[in-house]
């Protein structure tokens, strides 16, 4: 017990005196973990949010609103609804009055009721929306309901061709981007904290030939060593991991806010993970350093 | 593991050579046998093999050929990892001293426990112990540069001391002392002989080897040309009388 607490506090004591030591290098190894985690925080937190967008793009994909010119009589609206659900490529159709599509919009997140009250008249138009049995119709489907006069033009209807290809295609361009460049930080990091290491070892080249020559082992003097690059580690996960948790939630409001029709969501419980996630990637790259640089110097 | 009788030097040289990566022969056929309480001073000049000898006694060298036992143990045989445990039952000093100057007197020494994780219960009362063997008694709390040479020489005597060495390896220990602090010094040495511990040292100091007329191995070119009991410094047919 004496024994196991003597080796904690040496290494504890002297990797905190190291870390202070050469305190310019310690800070600068630091910040290369903090900015190595913050990237991939928000890396991880980016491609969640595009996830997102994608399933719930997809929950849309077989169904259209058509929109409906304000001067259009709702007697010619439930014609032209009868029309569609005669369609055999459509499944199902329903209409959406002007007042309920302003209940939808008030629900959207981050939006403020107040500025919707100070429009007055109601903006919305009124919808028929359109489920189709094959997604592949949808393309025909809204070419036919355009040249309807009782469609409305600007817009017509909300199709967007392609939307959840190119989201999943930003989506693996962020990815492959952020995996290259958290990779390079990576290796940059582990670099300096290699580096952070080796000016430790040689600011105390005399306590280490003294340690030797009473007998101290290996691995007692490689301990002080590895637990500083491991406080690195923490440190600059720490950091990361208080900026990435409180910014996460902020970040999402004022993306809603800006970015009314995507459907982007706080997700408490995907943060966990990735704060989970930095916190250890943090002390790997803070172990893998120091042992990298303790390594050579110790062999004879 | 071989058995240690009490027949079996302490320390046993055959037939060792060394020559470092670069071509230099340091050492070439050396046999020695130094036996369990012997002090042995180990002469010659500058270069002669001195040093490599006694790097080679705490393995901080290996032999290129010959096989060296110390306490029964083939030094060539042991594992990197069993290497602290020999530096434990060696005591070593040096001409440099190699205090750490920014640690306390009993700091220094309370050192060499703490990093062979002596339990901390014990650490004072031997700290203590070894102080007042060399006679440092009410210098605890100063620092190397606050102290004499001959101290700061008795603070690594101390250092030396708090593993109980069975053998005690001085290289050049009066190398930067006057006259009368080295002989303060050989008196410790001699202190520490009598209590049962091995003791071999290096020097050039001719008067102090000359006026002990202890054994004396004495080493040129990288060979023991000369081992003898109560030797002089130099060869007795190169001596007057």
């Known amino acids: 017990m004496h024994r196991l607490w003597n080796r904690i506090d040496f290494a ?23 900015v190595v985690l913050l990237a991939l925080g928000s890396l991880l937190l980016v491609l969640h949010s595009l996830d997102q967008i994608v399933a719930l793009e997809k929950t849309k994909a077989s169904a259209i609103s058509v929109y409906l010119a304000d001067t259009t009589p709702l007697t010619s609206a439930m014609d032209f609804k009868l029309h569609l659900e005669n369609d055999p490529r459509v499944t199902n159709v329903t209409y959406v009055s002007k007042d309920q599509a302003m209940a939808r919009f008030r629900q959207l997140p981050a939006l403020d009721p107040s500025v919707i009250d100070t429009l007055g008249t109601n ?14 119709d949808l393309a025909a489907i809204d070419q ?23 989201i999943i295609l930003l989506a693996r361009v962020a990815g492959i981007a952020g995996l290259v460049l958290i990779i390079g930080l990576t290796g940059l990091s582990v670099f300096i904290i290699m580096l952070t290491i080796r000016t430790a070892i040689y600011l105390r080249r005399k306590e280490i030939e003294v340690m030797k020559l009473v007998g101290a082992t290996d691995w ?33 409001i004022n993306l809603q806010s800006v970015l009314i029709f995507i459907p982007l969501a706080f997700d408490p419980a995907y943060l966990r993970v990735v704060l989970a996630a930095m916190l250890v990637f943090g002390l790997l790259l803070g172990s893998v350093g120091s042992y990298l640089g303790v390594r050579r110097f110790l062999k004879q | ?52 000898l006694v790097r080679l006694l705490i393995r901080e060298e290996k032999a290129t050929a010959g096989t060296i036992r110390v306490e029964g143990q083939d030094l060539s045989r042991l594992k990197r990892r069993h290497l602290p445990y020999l530096r434990r039952k060696i005591g070593m000093v040096f001409q440099d001293f190699k205090l750490l100057p920014n640690l306390t007197v009993f700091q220094n020494v309370a050192f060499a426990l703490r990093v062979t994780e002596g339990a901390l ?15 440092l008694e009410g210098k605890e709390t100063k620092f190397p540069d606050q102290l004499s040479g001959g101290e700061q020489q008795r603070v690594a005597i101390a250092r030396a001391l708090v593993h109980d060495p069975r053998i005690f390896l001085a290289d050049e220990p009066t190398g930067n002392l006057d006259p009368a602090t ?60």
């Open chain 1, 144 to 166: 036919e309901v355009r040249s309807s006069p009782l469609v409305d033009k600007s817009p017509a209807t909300n199709y967007e061709p392609n939307v959840i290809d190119k």
């Open chain 2, 121 to 135: 219960r014990h650490l004072k009362p031997k700290v203590e112990e070894v102080l007042s063997i060399v006679g």
């Open chain 1, 220 to 252: 007692f003097v490689r301990w002080p060593f590895i637990v500083e690059g491991l406080i690195v580690g923490v440190v600059g996960a720490a950091v990361a991991v208080l900026i990435v948790g409180f910014g996460y939630r902020p970040a999402v």
């Open chain 2, 182 to 241: 080295s002989w303060e010094i050989i008196q410790l040495l001699l202190q520490i002989n009598a209590r049962g511990t091995t003791v071999m040292m290096a020097t050039h100091n001719r008067e102090i080897v000359d006026v002990m007329r202890r054994r004396v191995v004495a080493i040129e070119g990288g060979q023991i040309v000369r081992d003898e009991d109560a030797g002089g410094y130099h060869a007795p047919a190169l001596e007057s009388h």
């Open chain 2, 1 to 52: 593991m071989v058995a240690v009788s009490e027949a079996a030097p302490q320390i046993h040289l055959e037939h060792v050579e060394k020559t470092y990566p670069n071509g230099t022969i340091a050492l070439r056929d050396v046999t020695l046998e130094i036996p369990k309480q012997d002090f042995v001073f180990l002469v010659g000049p500058s270069g002669a093999g001195k040093s490599t």
């Open chain 1, 12 to 34: 504890f004591s002297s990797a905190w005196q190291n870390f202070w030591r050469n305190a310019a290098v310690s800070v600068a190894s630091v910040l290369i973990v903090w």
């Open chain 1, 123 to 136: 903006p919305l138009p009124a919808s028929l929306d359109v489920t189709v049995r094959d997604i592949r």
